[in-house]
C-alpha cells in the first residue's frame, strides 16, 4: 500500500465509522525547522477546534511491518482520547485586550525556520529567535493548545513587536514554572515508571565520582521549556547555585541540559554531544540547534 492509499483508507473507514455530521480532511502541516506533516483533523458536529493526528509516523510503522488494521484503531484511539468535550470560545482572540495575559514566547532556530519566520513576528537571539504563541486551556479538560502569532495579528490587533515582547516577558514565566532537575533524578524516576509497568527491570543509578553533575532545565508542563532560558534572572541564580559559569546544551525545544563548566569537558565535544542526540534520539522538529552555548556569569549572558 501507498501512502497514498494508506491516507485514502483511513479516511475512508473513518467516514464509514463516525456519525453524521462531521468533516474529516487531511491537510499539509508546516511545523517546527521546515517540516511538512499531513494532519488528519476529525470536526465531529458543530464542533469549533480539534486535534490534529499526524500520519506521516503512522505510515512509517505500516512500512516497518504493523498491520493496517492496528494502526486505525491506535489512530481513533488517539482521537478519542483527545477530542474536545467542549468549544472554545475564540472571540477573545480578536480583542488583545483579552489574549495578552496569555501569549507566551518559545525559542526556535533562526537558519531553519527561515521561511516561517517571513510570516510572524519574532526577535532574533544568538542564532535563534524568539517567537510567539497563545496558550489555550480547554475549559473542564485537562490540557491546553496553542496558537502561532503571525504578522497578520499584529496589525489585526494594533500592537508593535515590543508590546508583545514585554507582556510575553511576563506571562511565560507565570503560566509555565521553570523547573531543574538534576538527570540522574529524572532517569531514575523515568526507570521507577516502566518497572511498575513491567516495561524494563527497576534499576538505580549512581553518580561516579568524577562524573559532572548534569540538570534538565525545561518547564512544569514541559512545553516550548528551552524558553526558560530567557526568564529575567534564572541563568544568573543558577550560576550562584552551582558557583560556575556552565555549558549549555540544547537537547530540544522543550529543554536544555545545564553542565558546570568546572568539568572537564570543553564546548567542541559538548557540541559533538548535541548533534549525536539530534541525529539519533529526537524528531527533526524538535531540534533547536546543534551545537552548545556557554553561559559566562561575568557577562551574565549566554555566548556562543
Known amino acids: 500500500m501507498t501512502y497514498e492509499e494508506f491516507k485514502f483508507s483511513i479516511m475512508d473507514r473513518l467516514q464509514a465509522e463516525i456519525k453524521d455530521p462531521k468533516t474529516i480532511s487531511i491537510q499539509p502541516v508546516t511545523r517546527n525547522n521546515g517540516c511538512r506533516l499531513d494532519g488528519l483533523i476529525i470536526m465531529e458536529g458543530e464542533r469549533n477546534i480539534a486535534p490534529t493526528i499526524y500520519l506521516d509516523p503512522f505510515f512509517e510503522e505500516y512500512q516497518s511491518g504493523k498491520s493496517f488494521s492496528v494502526l486505525y484503531e491506535k489512530i481513533l484511539s488517539v482521537y478519542r482520547q483527545n477530542r474536545p468535550e467542549n468549544d472554545i470560545n475564540i472571540r477573545f482572540f480578536t480583542d488583545y485586550e483579552n489574549t495578552k495575559d496569555r501569549i507566551a514566547f518559545k525559542l526556535i532556530h533562526r537558519e531553519r525556520n527561515e521561511e516561517l519566520l517571513g510570516k510572524i513576528p519574532f526577535i532574533p537571539y544568538l542564532d535563534l529567535a524568539i517567537v510567539f504563541y497563545c496558550l489555550i486551556d480547554f475549559p473542564n479538560e485537562p490540557g491546553c493548545g496553542t496558537i502561532l502569532i503571525h504578522n497578520s495579528h499584529l496589525d489585526y490587533w494594533h500592537i508593535s513587536l515590543q508590546d508583545l515582547f514585554e507582556d510575553a516577558q511576563k506571562n511565560t514565566p507565570r503560566m509555565l514554572h521553570q523547573s531543574l532537575r538534576d538527570i540522574h533524578d529524572v532517569i531514575t524516576e523515568l526507570s521507577d515508571k516502566l518497572s511498575s509497568t513491567g ?73 559533538e554531544m548535541v548533534e549525536s542526540v539530534n541525529t539519533t534520539a529526537l524528531l527533526p522538529e524538535e531540534i533547536l540547534s546543534d551545537h552548545a552555548y556557554y553561559y559566562s556569569r561575568e557577562q551574565d549572558k549566554i555566548l556562543m
Open 199 to 271: 516495561t524494563i527491570p527497576k534499576a538505580s543509578f549512581v553518580r561516579e565520582g568524577n562524573e559532572p553533575s548534569m540538570y534538565i532545565l525545561s518547564n512544569t508542563e514541559n512545553l516550548y521549556g528551552a524558553g526558560c532560558l530567557l526568564y529575567q534572572g534564572l541563568l544568573a541564580r543558577y550560576a550562584r547555585q552551582m558557583d560556575s559559569d556552565f555549558y549549555i546544551l540544547p537537547s530540544s525545544v522543550h529543554e536544555v541540559i545545564l553542565i558546570p563548566a568546572s568539568s572537564d569537558k570543553d564546548l567542541p565535544k559538548m557540541s
